[in-house]
């Protein structure tokens, strides 16, 4: 495996599912990845959770699931305050 290629059966975490974050968790979910979600609200998760993807309590959740973690937030300052959670 190359640095640009994914295991195809990792899992993923994708915290924050925003317009970004929702999309790439759609794209994993499409290709067969084991997908987990986190977003500060949790709703807006629920499209995800309803195509496949598992729902974290919290970001530590998320990662611990996963192999491959995707931080999609607005700015410097959110990562910094998931990343402490």
């Known amino acids: 495996m190359t640095d640009s290629e994914i295991d195809p ?3 993923v975490a994708v915290l924050g599912v ?3 974050g ?3 968790a759609r794209a994993f979910l499409k290709v067969g990845h084991a ?3 986190w ?3 949790a ?3 629920d499209a995800l959770v309803d195509l496949g993807a598992t729902r974290a309590s919290t970001p530590a959740d998320a990662v611990d ?3 491959l973690v995707v931080l999609s937030v607005s700015t410097d300052e959110d990562a910094r305050a998931v990343s402490r959670r």
Do not use: D, E, F, P
């Open 9 to 11: 059966a990792a899992a």
């Open 18 to 20: 925003g317009a970004l």
């Open 22 to 24: 929702g999309a790439l």
């Open 35 to 37: 997908t987990t979600v």
């Open 39 to 41: 977003n500060r609200t």
């Open 43 to 45: 709703a807006r998760a």
């Open 65 to 67: 699931a996963a192999s």
